[in-house]
Every structure is written in C-alpha cells, then in structure tokens.
Nanobody
Framework: QVQLVESGGGLVQPGGSLRLSCAASGSIFSLFDMGWYRQAPGNQRELVASITSNGRINYADSVKGRFTISRDNTKNTVDLQMNSVKPEDTAVYYC????????????WGQGTQVTVSS
C-alpha cells in the first residue's frame, strides 16, 4: 500500500515555471514506477511523464523539452519541474505509483490544480 500527497500546484503565468512534488509513504518506494498524469475538464487523464524504479524516463510529446521528472529514493519523493508553461497545461495533476512486483497495481494521489493564465 502506498499513500501519495502532491504539492506545489497553483496559478502561474504563461512562460513561467512551477515545481510539483509528490511524497510517498507506506511501502518500499524503490519498488515502484512513478509518474505524473493530468486531467483537464472534459478530457481523459493522460500521462505527462514517468520514471521507472531503475530510472527510465518517458515524456508526453506535448511536454518534451519543457518538463523534467525526477525521483529521490532516499526521500521517497518524485518531482515535476514545469518550465515554459502554456495555457493548455492547465489541469489537475496526479501523482501515480505502480508496483513492479506481483500483480501490477496503481496508486493515485488526490491531485493538485495547475492553472496557467495571465
């Protein structure tokens, strides 16, 4: 079992930067793949970026070159650095943990709102 708590969301101007953080507890963090997803009203939840337990990173095409995902296994955290944000980045951002042992299972945080607007 994993509990996930996101922080760092808020209002930011186009072209600005924001850093989201996810703190995990309740299990062995190093045995989980981690990711950031987002969902805008009326849209499906989509993968933004992921980082596996062994460090493999993947980004959605829409955020490549602008966002950076990282994890710190000593602190049980995964961050998303968002640079050069655009209005279309506006969404609720969710932290995801997927265990790599046994039957794969996903855990989700409550989400944090990111609004990009002038």
């Amino acid at each position: 079992q994993v509990q996930l708590v996101e922080s760092g969301g808020g209002l930011v101007q186009p072209g600005g930067s924001l850093r989201l953080s996810c703190a995990a507890s309740g299990s062995i963090f190093s045995l989980f793949d981690m990711g950031w997803y987002r969902q805008a009203p009326g849209n499906q939840r989509e993968l933004v970026a992921s980082i596996t337990s062994n460090g493999r990173i993947n980004y959605a095409d829409s955020v490549k070159g602008r966002f950076t995902i990282s994890r710190d296994n000593t602190k049980n955290t995964v961050d998303l650095q968002m640079n050069s944000v655009k209005p279309e980045d506006t969404a609720v951002y969710y932290c995801n943990a997927a265990r790599i042992y046994g039957v794969r299972r996903n855990y989700w945080g409550q989400g944090t709102q990111v609004t990009v607007s002038s």
